[in-house]
C-alpha cells in the first residue's frame, strides 16, 4: 500500500478497517488505518481544516498528512519536505489519539463528525463559487491577456491567492494585489469592492437558485489521487482542483454572501452560507 484509501471525497463520514501502523506524535498516537473516511489537513495547500471524530471509539484530537520516506522515515504536516503526491513516499492519513491505540492488525471503526463536516462541505463549495463569481465580476479590469477560469473569466482567484481557509459555513481567502498582479496585467486602481461585492453576491444568488449539481471527480482511491471540483453553472461547467469536500448540490448552500476589505495590498474576500 502507498497510500491510506480515503473515502471522503464520495461523502462519507463513517467506516471500519485495519489499524496498519502507529506512528508517534510527541507523547501521543497516530494511527493509521489501511482506508478511512477521515478528510486530513494537507500540508501543500492548508484550506480546508481536519475532520473530527472518533477511531475505535477514541476521541481524534486531529488528523494530518503523513509521508514515509523510502528509508521508513514519516513526516507530519508542515514537516513533510516534498509536495503533495511525489513519488517514492508513502502517503498516510494519520489519526491523533491521547490513549494507548489497540495492537497493529485490529479492526477499528472510523466515525467522522458529520455535522461538522456537513458544515465544512457547505463552507467549501461556497468558497469556490464566491472565487468563480470574483473572477467575473473583476474580469472587466485585466489590460492583458490573463489564464481564463473554466467559465472564460480571466483567473484573479488563482493569480493572486496567497492563502484560503475553509471554516464551519464559509471561507476566508486572501489575494495580493501587488506589483507582481499589476505586471500580469490586473489593476485595482478605482476599484469599489463594495460595488464588486454587491455584483459577486447577486451573481451567487442566481447559482444557488439554479440548483446546480455538485460532484468530486476522482481519479482514484489514494489520498493524493488529483481530484477535480466540478459543477454545473448556467453558464457552464466549471471545474477546480480540489482535495476537499463538497455539498450535492448549490441549493443547500442557503444564501451565500461575500464581504470584500482591502488594507493595502491585501484583499481579503470573507464567504459565509446558511
Ligand atoms: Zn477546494
Redesign the pocket.
Known amino acids: 500500500m502507498n497510500s491510506t484509501l480515503v473515502t471522503f471525497p464520495s461523502g462519507r463520514t463513517s467506516g471500519r478497517s485495519e489499524l496498519v501502523g502507529i506512528v508517534p506524535v510527541g507523547d501521543r498516537h497516530g494511527l493509521v488505518v489501511a482506508e478511512t473516511p477521515f478528510h486530513p489537513l494537507d500540508h501543500t495547500w492548508p ?2 481544516p481536519a475532520d473530527r471524530g472518533t477511531v475505535g471509539g477514541t476521541p481524534v484530537i486531529d488528523c494530518v498528512t503523513g509521508a514515509q520516506s523510502a528509508t521508513g522515515e514519516t513526516f507530519l504536516g508542515a514537516d513533510i519536505p516534498v509536495r503533495r503526491g511525489d513519488e517514492g513516499w508513502r502517503w498516510l492519513v494519520v489519526h491523533v489519539t491521547g490513549e494507548a491505540p489497540p495492537p497493529v492488525g485490529t479492526e477499528v471503526e472510523l466515525e467522522v463528525d458529520a455535522a461538522h463536516r456537513a458544515a465544512l462541505s457547505a463552507g ?1 463549495t461556497a ?2 463559487l464566491a472565487a468563480l463569481a470574483l473572477n467575473a465580476a473583476l474580469a472587466g479590469h485585466w489590460r492583458k491577456e490573463a489564464r481564463l477560469d473554466r467559465l472564460g473569466h480571466p483567473d484573479f482567484d488563482q493569480t493572486a491567492i496567497t492563502s ?1 481557509r ?1 471554516v464551519e459555513g464559509g471561507s476566508v481567502d486572501v489575494y495580493r494585489l501587488g506589483k507582481s498582479l499589476r505586471k500580469k496585467g490586473f489593476s485595482a486602481e478605482g476599484l469599489d469592492f463594495d460595488a464588486v461585492a454587491g455584483e459577486v453576491n447577486d451573481r451567487l444568488k442566481t447559482w444557488v437558485a439554479a440548483d446546480a449539481p455538485v460532484r468530486i471527480d476522482v481519479p482514484g482511491p489514494e489520498l493524493t489521487a488529483r481530484r477535480t ?1 466540478r459543477c454545473e453553472l448556467p453558464e457552464g461547467e466549471a471545474a ?5 469536500t ?1 455539498v450535492a448540490r448549490t441549493s443547500e448552500l442557503g444564501r451565500v454572501q461575500v464581504s470584500l476589505t482591502l488594507d493595502e495590498a491585501t484583499l481579503t474576500m470573507h464567504t459565509t452560507c446558511g
Open positions: 484550506d480546508q467549501h468558497c469556490h484560503s475553509i471540483w477546480i482542483p480540489c482535495g476537499g463538497h
